[in-house]
């Protein structure tokens, strides 16, 4: 049960009281973004209107206070995943850039011909596709841990799919498509048992569970500030000292370098070995505030709300005839997929929307996932820690009414 005023948190996220098309918005599409509490849109404003500046370069005032206040947000977010240094948090566009820069880099230096990459079938395209890329650059092959019909990581044949030439793992922690939480632990065990290091796709766990890189030795681990209640256009790849260390540079440019020559260009310490050009300093600012706003409200309590929706919305959406959920696994968080009959999610989601509730329907980047089940899409709906038993309630009525229609 949960703990949380849920009325003066709501109060906090002025888009909750936006109306679309003349009802009151209910917003369950957390999965593709979370709102944003006033706390950080003041965060943000408050840089731009009053110590804007450019970080690191600046001998000015304000140069300084900026790249003060970058870096101690730098720091909340290394605390907030219990990194050991500050300077294993690497800021990226977002995950999508987070994946991209491990599988150019860590690629680069150690996938050879004949070598493997091992993901898993319920992975985002953006923990897939950068992959594949750097698989067909360096003439190694692409392996897939399969998914079952209940949507969990079927791990029977694991010890087979981590080879001597597997050089890396990269896999979700929470699907985004089915709502699945993987034994990221046992995993990272048992590829560690082998020297494999494990990147992990936090993008739907950093929000709905605590991590901890140093208890999970995770290797790498990446996630989107805008699904954790910051702004979007921020991401943070997270690497162990030792690896960033070993990897090359992903791009080059401005503040990147320790000294340029036409002849020869060495590079700054970590982080900033990864950095190059201005960084978003606002996008920064805004998601330290976002940290400290989960902070504040606590994140058990938001995972004991949050459990009590998902709860209580499964237990409602069971009810409607002919829904079946797609995936149900024993451990989820913050996602439940559906579909009714043979009604095409697109009907239901647009039903829904006419009804002011968002919820997002189609493939959520995942088609492998779409292919095992053999349908064309889900109906997603996602959770947050402001939402209420009303918003499920309504989505319910809603789901009810296309089922009476379509069906
Ligand atoms: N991985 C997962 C599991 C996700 O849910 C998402 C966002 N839907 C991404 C990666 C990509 O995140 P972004 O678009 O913010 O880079």
Not at 347 to 361: F, H
């Amino acid at each position: 049960t949960t703990h949380l005023n849920i009325e003066k948190i709501r109060a906090d996220f002025p888009i909750l009281q936006t109306t679309v098309y003349g009802r009151p918005l209910v917003y369950l599409d957390n999965g593709a973004t979370t709102q944003k509490p006033r706390q950080v849109t003041e965060a943000i404003s408050n840089y731009y209107d009053t110590y804007n500046a450019n970080v690191h370069r600046g001998v000015h005032y304000l140069s300084q206070v900026a790249t003060d206040a970058q870096e101690a947000a730098r720091s909340k977010i290394a605390r907030f995943i219990n990194a050991k240094h500050d300077y294993e948090v690497i800021f990226t566009r977002g995950t999508t850039e987070s994946v991209n820069l491990v599988a150019y880099s860590f690629c680069k230096q150690y996938l050879k011909a004949g070598d493997e990459v091992l993901i898993s079938g319920m992975e985002h395209h953006s923990n897939l596709v950068p992959w594949q890329i750097a698989c067909e650059d360096h003439g190694a092959t692409l392996k897939v841990i399969p998914i079952d019909d209940k949507g969990e990581l079927i791990l029977e044949d694991l010890d087979q799919l981590l080879t001597a030439r597997t050089r890396i793992v990269a896999l979700t922690w929470v699907s985004n498509s089915l709502g699945t939480v993987n034994p990221v632990a046992e995993i990272i065990t048992r590829a560690h048992a082998r020297n494999i290091p494990v990147l992990l796709d936090a993008a739907q766990a950093i929000q709905h569970t605590h991590v901890d890189v140093q208890a999970l030795d995770v290797d790498f681990l990446v996630f989107s500030g805008h699904k954790i209640y910051g702004p979007t256009g921020i991401g943070v790849l997270y690497g162990k000292e030792a690896l960033l260390n070993a990897i090359p540079p992903y791009q080059g440019g401005g503040s990147m370098i320790k000294s340029v020559s036409f002849e020869k260009t060495t590079y700054a310490d970590l982080p900033f070995k990864f950095e190059a050009g201005t960084p978003d300093v606002a996008g920064i600012i805004g998601l330290g505030a976002a940290i400290d706003y989960v902070n504040e409200i606590g994140l058990d309590n938001i995972i004991a709300a949050e459990h009590d929706l998902m709860t209580y919305a499964q237990q409602a959406l069971s009810g409607i005839k002919g829904l079946r959920f797609i995936g149900d696994a024993t451990h989820k968080a913050g996602t439940l997929s559906f579909l009714i009959d043979q009604v095409h999610p697109f009907d239901i989601g647009e039903l829904l929307d006419k009804q002011g509730i968002a919820v997002r329907t189609g493939h959520h980047c995942c088609q492998p996932v779409m292919e095992h089940f053999h349908i064309p899409g889900t109906v997603r709906a996602s959770f947050s820690f402001y939402n209420n038993k009303e918003d499920i309630d309504r989505l319910v009525a809603g789901v009810e009414k296309a089922a009476q229609m379509f069906v």
